[in-house]
């Protein structure tokens, strides 16, 4: 084995509202290993589990069975300060929904996780930020507020803040899903980029069958079990 | 939006805080100044003279049970014993400002056929002006006095018809007389005590009163004269005398201010309550309306940790604007009551103190309070599961 595994599942399992008359097992028992640049496509249908198990490998939600190792470290047993810390600095998240701050400009946008990393704010954050901006080639825009950039721009930015701490992991929870057919290209492309220089591994949600053809994985999952 | 109108609410309850505060502490040190730049704040004097009853002795103990009746002796003038060393004694307390013998008696200011009973006041004006400031109430000629001089009020001035430079005829309880120069004619502020008080010199008093080298109080001020009662006790306990002081001699004056100080207190912590329930609510808004910025947040890796202290620094941050601007309303109040509220004479109802303290604790406390009522909705905001707020 001359790959080195990044994410390794085991015997993941995800019950909702356990105990009451709603529960619901949405994940049955997943075993799932990705290695370093690997870029997989997540499909699915609609309810199929996809969100849950891309929140519970982002460490965002508790599997309520199994093992999750993430870098060598195993996740399950970490308190929650040390479940943030390991988020901050090895896992990337670009949502559907861009979701970035409105009320600041698309350079403190980005500078935000860096700033939680080191828990203050200098002018090598600032520098830093300028530089992940100008990678997605946004760095004329960087003092507009966020809520002024178009939705493939602020995509864009969104990336470029998910990059900050050079994640070992990129989950993109259908990043496209909401931008006509070229601004979909470009945020594709932009991630194979990621992927390809500093060997991210990427996990890509996504409802376009085109767009999954190109990743080189593919992992469905349906009914809470997946096939790879 | 929010941030204004909460920030108008908590200046509003500051400003009411601060109003008020100011406008009662001045109203209090007015009274204060009234009341006790008119007397000591401890007045030292000869212990009451009680009736010793004779003790069955062994002798006639043994004897038949008498009914006896105990009349309360008359109190006699009499000196108070040592006064020079108990003078000494109490001016080297700690807290003692003043300390200033008088002699006073009675006697019968006489005018051809006109005469009033009066109260004479033999004091020593170095020490006694200091206790009592004469330098304002003065209405005609000087407040120092000498050999027999005599200062009069007005009204025992109209009555007898004499004024500055004249003689006054006095006839003692002995039945000597003398005759005193009035010097200077004062009012106190009050009919009765303008008829019937008169102050002449230590010696003078002394010898119209047959109280040789002998005074009938002390007089005595101190530094914090809410402390006058204790160093009253202490003065009583060393030295045998009895000590009255304001507290006790004024005190139902002393528990009227004691009220207000109470209703003061309560109306200022339940404005401060309704403030920062005020600041809570908005927060709590607050943190509904960021859930999903909250969410994001956390899924950058931002520990729990900041999330709360972001919010309660808001909140400490509402408070303190809130107070800024409520110091800025409470100090133009004031300036405006000052301006408006005003004797008939349109000399201001009385000064107010523009107190730096009372500010900067408004601002401390304004601040400490967001800081408080911005808890709950920070916990609330810090526990928010991510995954339910990015949800949305």
Known sequence: MDKETVVELRGIRKVFNPGSATETEV??????????????????????????????????????AGTLQIAFQETTVLGDTDLTRLRGHTIGFVFQY??????????????????????FCNPAIAQRALLLLDSVGLAPWKDNMAGNLSGGQQQRVSIARA????????????????????????????????????????????????????????????????RV | MQ???????????????????ALLSGLQANFMRRVLSAQAHIQLLQPQQTTRQLLPTPQNGAGPVEMASVQAP???????????????QVQALRGVRIVSP????????????????????????????????FSDKMVRGTWHLAG???????DLGADLGVDVGEKLHVTTADGANSALTVVGVFDLGSKGVNQRNTFTTLRTAQSLLNLPAGVTSIEVTVDDIYAAETIAQRIAAATGVEADSWIKNSAQFFAAISAQTTANTAIRFLVALSVAFGIASVLVVSVVQKS????????????????????????????????????????????LWQSLARNADGTPLFPLAFDTTLFFLALVLGSLTGLLAALAPAMRAARLDPVVAIRG
């Open chain 1, 27 to 64: 994940l049955h028992g997943i075993d799932l290993r990705l290695y370093k640049g690997d870029f997989c496509a997540v499909v699915g249908p609609s309810g199929s589990g996809k969100s849950t198990l891309l929140n519970i490998i982002g460490l965002l939600d508790r599997p309520s």
């Open chain 1, 98 to 119: 861009h979701h970035l701050m409105t009320a600041f400009t698309a350079l403190e946008n980005v500078m935000i996780p860096l700033m939680a990393a080191t828990g």
């Open chain 1, 163 to 226: 990059l900050g701490m050079n994640p070992a992991v990129l989950l993109a929870d259908e990043p496209t899903g909401n931008l006509d057919t070229k601004s979909a290209d470009l945020v594709f492309e932009l991630l194979r980029k990621v992927n390809r220089e500093q060997g991210t591994t990427v996990l890509f949600v996504t409802h376009n069958p085109a767009l999954a053809a190109r990743c080189d994985k593919t992992i469905e999952v349906v009914d809470g079990m997946i």
């Open chain 2, 3 to 21: 941030t204004l109108f909460i920030v108008t609410g908590v200046a509003i309850g500051v400003g009411v805080i601060v109003f008020m505060s």
């Open chain 2, 74 to 88: 008359m109190q006699q003038k009499k000196s108070i014993d040592q006064w020079q060393s108990i003078a000494t």
């Open chain 2, 102 to 133: 008088v002699a006073s008696g009675s006697i019968l200011a006489v005018r051809g056929s006109a005469n009033r009973a009066v109260t004479v006041s033999g004091i020593d004006p170095n020490s006694y002006f200091q206790i009592v400031d």
């Open chain 2, 148 to 154: 027999t001089d005599i200062l009069i009020g007005t």
């Open chain 2, 292 to 335: 999903r910025e909250i969410g994001i947040l956390r899924a950058m890796g931002i520990a729990r940790a900041q999330i709360l202290r972001i919010f309660l620094l808001q909140g400490g941050l509402l408070g303190l604007a809130g107070s800024l601007v409520g110091c800025g309303l409470g100090a133009l109040s004031l300036v």
